[in-house]
Nanobody, 118 residues
Framework: QVQLVESGGGLVQSGGSLRLSCTAS????????MGWYRQAPGKQRELVAS?????????ADSVKGRCTISKNSTPNSMTVNLQMNSLKSEDTAVYYC??????????WGQGTQVTVSS
C-alpha cells in the first residue's frame, strides 16, 4: 500500500508560480510512474505532467514551457515536484497526484486546490 501526501496548492495571481509536491511512502519499490493530473469544474481529469522511475517525462501541451516535473527518490519514499510558472486562470483546478505500479495498479492522492485569480 502506498501513502500519498500532497502539498503546495493555494491561491495565486495570474502570472505567478506554485510548486506542488507529492511524497509517496510505503510500497514504493515497484512504482513505475508518478504524475500530476488536474480536474477543473465540469471537465474531465487530465494529465498535467508525469515522470517515470528512469526519469522520462511527459508534459501536457497546455502547460508545456510553463511547467516542469522532477523527482527525488530514497529507498523508502519517492517525491515528485511540479513547478508551475506563468499561471493562468485556466490552470485553476484540483490537482491530484497519481502513482502507477509495475503490476498496473494505481493510487491517487486526495487532491490539492490551485486557484489562479485574474
Amino acid at each position: 500500500q502506498v501513502q500519498l501526501v500532497e502539498s503546495g496548492g493555494g491561491l495565486v495571481q495570474s502570472g505567478g508560480s506554485l510548486r506542488l509536491s507529492c511524497t509517496a511512502s510505503g510500497r514504493v519499490f515497484d512504482i513505475y510512474h508518478m504524475g500530476w493530473y488536474r480536474q477543473a469544474p465540469g471537465k474531465q481529469r487530465e494529465l498535467v505532467a508525469s515522470i517515470t522511475r528512469d526519469d522520462r517525462t511527459n508534459v501536457a501541451d497546455s502547460v508545456k514551457g510553463r511547467c516542469t516535473i522532477s523527482k527525488n527518490s530514497t529507498p523508502n519514499s519517492m517525491t515528485v515536484n511540479l513547478q508551475m510558472n506563468s499561471l493562468k486562470s485556466e490552470d485553476t483546478a484540483v490537482y491530484y497526484c497519481n502513482t502507477i505500479h509495475f503490476g498496473g495498479s494505481s493510487d491517487w492522492g486526495q487532491g490539492t486546490q490551485v486557484t489562479v485569480s485574474s
